[in-house]
């Protein structure tokens, strides 16, 4: 079967000391299920596995054991070029992703393309009961509709989702530091106005002070908004 032959591969691409540096980055995921392949060798093997024909039962064979068949199954399907068949396969795999690694370096390059389209999912995926499909839906519409496809709506939408899981309030106050970049005068009364839960509003300025596309005079202005607890 091409699960067993890829995940033999994955093995033999295996660091261990990778391994070891990166099981604890990713918390919540049991350390038996790191193989330890570095980023750019398994985007090397997604590219290769990609062209064969059976392709689709490795993509088929969910939920995978290992966080390095996931990654590979989220490079595998960034690749696809068709957009129906892309979202589909991006459609079947959004439930099984488990942690905010697999969640944010999962990002088909074909939706760039088909806006129009990805807006309709978003708006469905910020919905959805599963925290990282949130969390991708998110990642989203912060990679792809903050400049010329940015419309203030979208700031009402974010600031509306009403979650408590971590990642999913964390990528709300990464959206949000990075409209604050890109759409300052739209983004900053939900700073001002404390729109956002006090940990959301307090982590977006944390995050927006921290970026080099905010001003000297826009960070100073945003930490006197820092709120207490």
């Known amino acids: 079967m091409i699960t067993e032959e890829i995940r033999e591969g994955l093995f033999r691409l295996q660091d261990p000391a990778y391994r070891d540096f990166q099981a604890p980055l990713v918390p919540g995921c049991d350390e038996q299920i790191f193989i330890g392949v570095r980023t750019p060798e398994l985007r090397r093997y997604a590219r290769d596995l ?6 689709g039962e490795f993509l088929n064979d969910l939920p995978h054991f290992y966080f390095d068949e996931n990654q590979l199954h989220a490079f595998i399907v960034s690749g696809i070029r068709d957009f129906d068949r892309c979202l589909e396969e991006t459609e079947c795999f959004l439930p099984y992703i488990d942690n905010w690694a697999t969640c944010d370096q999962f990002s088909p ?3 760039a393309k088909h806006l129009p389209e990805l807006d309709a999912c978003i708006r469905r995926w910020i919905r ?6 949130v969390r991708f839906g998110i990642g ?3 990679r792809y509709f903050l400049d010329e496809q940015f419309q203030p709506e979208y700031l009402e939408e974010v600031a509306s989702i009403d979650r408590e899981e971590y990642y999913i309030r964390m990528m709300i106050a990464w959206y949000f530091a990075t409209a604050l970049a890109k ?7 939900y700073i001002v106005q404390q729109r956002l839960p006090l940990w959301t509003h307090n982590k977006t ?3 927006a002070v921290e970026s080099y596309r905010i001003t000297p005079e826009q960070k100073e202005a ?4 820092r709120r207490k607890k």
């Open 183 to 189: 759409q300052y005068d739209a983004a900053l009364p």
């Open 205 to 207: 300025i944390q995050k």
């Open 222 to 225: 945003l930490r006197s908004l």
């Open 50 to 55: 990609g062209r064969r024909e059976d392709i």
């Open 140 to 142: 989203m519409r912060m």
């Open 109 to 111: 390059k074909v939706f």
């Open 128 to 133: 959805d009961e599963h925290p990282y499909t």
